[in-house]
């Protein structure tokens, strides 16, 4: 219920085997803030059937993969998540992104199935037109991604089965980029307010003294 802290929590449970004095000052902050905005929740609404996602990577040597996925303005899943091979390209990291999303919002389609809900064509939006255009299954582009796994390239499947549709978004209306990387006090609190959090519980004095929950 707090996904406000899914990058934090991600990046710190990698290091619980080999921490360091300065990760658990990192932890510390994690519970600071999560004392300071105990009352933060997700805010649900009743809206359209529909289903869209956003999805973000960070490109380095270890690449994380972030996504959100809302049903009408309500943030129904969430993902952080460190991704398992070393990505050549911030196509290739943006893809293994999307298409771990892709994935998880055919597993809501299977489920809406199953209650004789129908459901209009998804839409999924990235900041890479890489691999959007990869997505799209553009055989030029394709042909330099050969090295890249099957399991990567769902997405790809997904449109061409017309399930959904990858979109350009430019990187700050990325909803998932909160997800991939530390960010600044006023975009991460903005990142809070755009994943439909309530953040009503946070006086506006009390929020200009809260610390995020991870540092730059």
């Keep these: ?6 990058y934090s929590t991600n990046s710190l449970a990698r290091k619980v085997n080999n921490f360091t004095d300065q990760d658990v000052l990192q932890v510390k902050r994690v519970l600071r803030y999560l004392k300071m905005t105990k009352n ?3 805010d649900f609404k009743t809206g359209p059937m529909t289903i869209s996602g956003y999805a973000d990577a960070s490109w380095d040597r270890t690449s994380t993969s972030g996504y959100v996925l809302f049903m009408g303005t309500n943030l129904i899943n969430w993902r952080s998540s460190k991704q398992k091979v070393v990505s050549r390209s911030s196509t290739e990291a943006e893809l293994r992104a999307l298409s771990d999303a892709a994935q998880d ?7 809406m199935n199953e209650l004789h809900i129908s459901l209009p064509v998804m839409d999924l939006y990235s900041d890479n037109q890489g691999a959007i255009t990869v997505s799209n299954d553009d055989l030029k582009v394709r042909k ?23 979109s350009y ?32 519980s946070i006086e506006k004095e009390c929020e200009e003294t809260i610390e995020t929950p991870q540092k730059l």
Excluded: C, W
């Design 40 to 42: 933060l929740q997700l």
């Design 169 to 200: 978004i430019p990187t700050e209306e990325n909803l998932a980029d909160g997800l991939t990387k530390p960010l600044l006090k006023t975009k991460f609190y903005s990142f809070v307010k755009s994943i439909r959090m309530n953040t009503s």
């Design 105 to 111: 919002m055919l597993f809501f389609v299977h489920l």
């Design 144 to 166: 330099r991604l050969k090295h890249v796994d099957i399991a990567d390239l769902f997405v790809q499947d997904a449109v061409e089965k017309k399930i959904l549709h990858v």
């Design 1 to 6: 219920s707090r996904p406000d802290i899914s």
